[in-house]
């Protein structure tokens, strides 16, 4: 899975420069590909760094996969009892926040590619948060309505600043993130909408920066049909309650 960094080898009790989340579900046939393109992209940056892949209770072989990767000190693998995506990623934050200056989140489906990363990493000295703009995404209509909904929700109870408020493509300040982190409760369903929005109401620095999106070449989205919209009501008003628990 790629030559490990000298930087790591050294990384014995240091701070990261960066903790990369990601959250897996049932994606064995592309989570090794994931890995290996976000080391290379990584290694290449020279800086100092930790995958946190987080197994989310996968049902196929996930596991046997990630146990490839079991022995490389940049990566880390947590295995759990299923709990959904957005408990997940929060768990990755708690984590990455106490750990690293820098918190990056991605999925594991391999629609925004790792080599579109350094453009964050080299434009980050001047903001809290570069937060990805998927370009070119092919939605259904109704991926598309709730979309625009979730926008226009954090737009209206928390202010605009964020063009793509749930993209899976971010990174953002540990300092920053960490405060943020204790207004979410840990089974909001889409944290990272609220998080999206509480950058916003606390006047952060954050940068929207455009990301080439993929359809997804393996596996299957989670939530379809009826359900998406019952999560998508779920995370509405999950994200109105925040803001006013704040």
Not at 67 to 81: G, M
Not at 179 to 188: E, G, V, Y
Request: glycine share 6%.
């Amino acid at each position: 899975m790629g030559e490990i960094s000298e930087s790591t080898k050294k990384s014995v009790n240091k701070m990261y420069d960066l903790e990369v989340i990601i959250p897996v579900y049932n994606e064995s046939q592309c989570i090794n590909n994931v890995i290996f393109d976000w080391l290379k992209e990584l290694n290449a940056l020279g800086i100092l760094f930790r995958l946190i892949v987080i197994n989310d209770g996968s049902t196929d072989n996930t596991s046997d996969v990630l146990a490839q990767n079991e022995n490389n000190p940049e990566i880390k693998i947590i295995h759990k009892a299923n709990s959904g995506h957005g408990p997940t990623i929060l768990q990755g934050y708690h984590l990455a926040v106490k750990e690293a200056h820098w918190v990056c989140q991605t999925d594991s489906d391999n629609e925004l590619k790792a080599e579109h990363f350094k453009k964050m990493w080299h434009e980050k000295n001047n903001y809290d948060a570069v937060i990805g703009v998927r370009d070119g995404r092919l939605q259904p209509l109704s991926r598309k309505f709730i979309s625009f909904i979730s926008r226009h929700v954090v737009s209206f109870f928390y202010g605009s600043g964020v063009k793509d408020v749930n993209c899976p493509f971010r990174l953002m300040k540990a300092g920053i993130l960490s405060p943020i982190l204790q207004h979410i409760p840990h089974d909001t369903f889409a944290p990272n909408v609220a998080i999206s929005g509480l950058l916003v109401l606390n006047r952060r620095r954050v940068l929207n920066i455009s990301v080439p999106h993929n359809y997804r070449q393996t596996g299957e989205v989670s939530i379809k049909q009826w359900k998406l919209f019952v999560a998508a009501v779920k995370s509405f008003l999950q994200t109105i309650m925040i803001r006013f628990s704040k």
